[in-house]
Structure formats: C-alpha cells, structure tokens
C-alpha cells in the first residue's frame, strides 16, 4: 500500500540516503533500527517531506508522485495520508491537550469545531489523558506530552504513522506507558513505521524489522530471525552492541 523506490537525499556532498526501495503493507508494523546518523530520521522525514528528497518516487493511497519534483499540492495530498510523531513531541505549547488533537481537523480538515472536540475527547481516553483535555502541555509529564503527539497522530487518521524515537526523551519512568499506548495501536493494526532502539519493543510488536546502516537497508526480516540470525556483519556488530 506505500512504495518507495530508489529514495535519495544529500545534504552537500553527503548522500544520507542513498537509494532507499521499501515497501509498506496495510496494517503492517515495522520498526527501523540503526546506528546514529545513518539516516533513519532523514527517512521518515523524506516520506512526509520534511526533508526534500534528492529523487525517488512514492505511491501512498491513491498518489504517485516523483519525491524530487513533487509540488504543493501533492506535498499536502502525501502529508493527509501520514501523521508524525517527533522524539520531542512538537506540541503546541500554547494550546490545551485537546486542541493539540482538534487543531490539525479544524484548521486543514476543515471538520466542525463539535465533532473534533468529540473524537479528540475519545482520542484523550484511549491514550490514558481523558482527565488532561483542559491541561497545557507544560503541566505534564513528557509521557502524558507523547501521549498526546501520539494523539495528535491518530487524529489525523492517516495510512501510516511515522514514529522517530518517540521513547527517546523520556525519563525512563515514562517510557512504558508510551510504548502500551504504542502496542495498541499495534493491536489495531494501524499501519506504523518506527525508528526507535527499544529492542524489546521491536521483538514484541514488529511485524518486520529493517536495519539501515550508512544510508542503506542492510538487512530486513521479522524479528526472530533478524535478532537471533542476522546475516550481515554489520548487523551483528550492531545487535552486539545494544542488546
Ligand atoms: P539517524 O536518525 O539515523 O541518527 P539522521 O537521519 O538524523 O540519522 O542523519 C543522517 C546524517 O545526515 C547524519 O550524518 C546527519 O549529521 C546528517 N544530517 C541530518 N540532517 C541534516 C541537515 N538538516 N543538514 C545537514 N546534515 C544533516
Ligand atoms: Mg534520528
């Protein structure tokens, strides 16, 4: 259901991808591990044009477009079908919990004010926050804030979520809770793709793992065999290091 193929992007004379082909199927849960600066965020940011791809072409839903020479338009139609979710969750500081969740419905979906508070409130609840709605952002706790970037990203009921180390930030006390909310998500089989170095997690919830090393998928697979059989040196060299 999203294909990517031959994904490039530089910065200067420093290719970070250096031709990316992935494919995403409905439902499917992958998470992306990796040493630091091998891309990973470049990755997922590319896919929703955060970054300006170098080449590369995307099919998403019903769009097919060239990375390199997409226009606005088809910039915006991309960014309806992802919702992201930032290490350091990007609220909107001067905005409640819920408008967190309501503004993206209100301001680009255009939805009635009364039917955003509806499914954000129900949002609220099925993140653990429905006694947060009225709290700021600074009030609470970065699990209770991730929470509500994770909120912020169901509202936008996208095709697939794109996760870059959402636990990364957090005290470990908090890190927990984020990653349940996380597997229920899973459990619904909302399609996610996620960079994070929380092994357990991976082993659990993926459906496949991808380990990226310099700019390129070095290997994939699910789980089990990538952990307990990884082919390539680089991935066993990785593995030792972190599990
Ligand atoms: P990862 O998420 O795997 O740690 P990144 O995608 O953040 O890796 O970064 C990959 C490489 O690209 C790193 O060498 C990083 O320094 C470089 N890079 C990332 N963003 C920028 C940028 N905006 N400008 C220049 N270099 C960047
Ligand atoms: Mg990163």
């Known amino acids: 259901m999203i294909k990517v193929r031959n994904l490039v992007k530089q910065f200067g004379n420093t290719r970070v991808l250096d031709g990316i082909d992935l494919e995403i199927q409905k439902g499917e849960i992958i998470v992306v591990i990796g040493p630091s600066?091998?891309?990973k965020s470049t990755l997922l940011r590319c896919l929703n044009f955060l970054e300006q791809p170098d080449a590369g072409q995307l099919q998403i839903g019903d769009i097919d477009v060239d990375m390199n020479t997409a226009t606005r338009q088809q910039i915006l139609a991309v960014r309806r079908h992802t919702a992201f979710v930032f290490q350091n969750y990007a609220l909107f500081a001067n905005k409640t919990a819920l408008e967190n969740i309501t503004e993206r419905l209100i301001v680009v979906d255009r939805w009635p004010e009364e039917k955003a508070r509806e499914l954000a409130h129900r949002i609220l609840e099925r993140v653990g926050l429905s006694d947060k709605a009225d709290a700021w952002p600074a009030s609470l706790s970065g699990g209770q804030q991730q929470r509500v970037g994770i909120g912020?990203?169901?509202a936008a009921q996208a095709?697939?979520?794109l996760f870059d180390e959402p636990t990364s930030s957090l005290d470990p006390e908090w890190v927990g809770e984020v990653l349940s909310v996380m597997k229920?998500?899973?459990e619904e089989r909302q399609t996610m793709l996620v960079v994070t170095h929380e092994m357990r997690f991976a082993h659990d919830v993926a459906d496949r793992v991808i380990f990226m090393d310099g700019g390129s998928i070095v290997e994939q697979g699910p789980p089990s065999q990538l952990f307990q059989e990884p082919r390539d040196p680089?991935?066993?060299n990785f593995l030792r290091k972190v599990l």
């Open 184 to 186: 229920a998500l899973a």
């Open 159 to 161: 095709e697939v979520i």
């Open 234 to 236: 680089r991935t066993r």
């Open 37 to 39: 600066g091998t891309g």
């Open 152 to 154: 912020r990203a169901m």
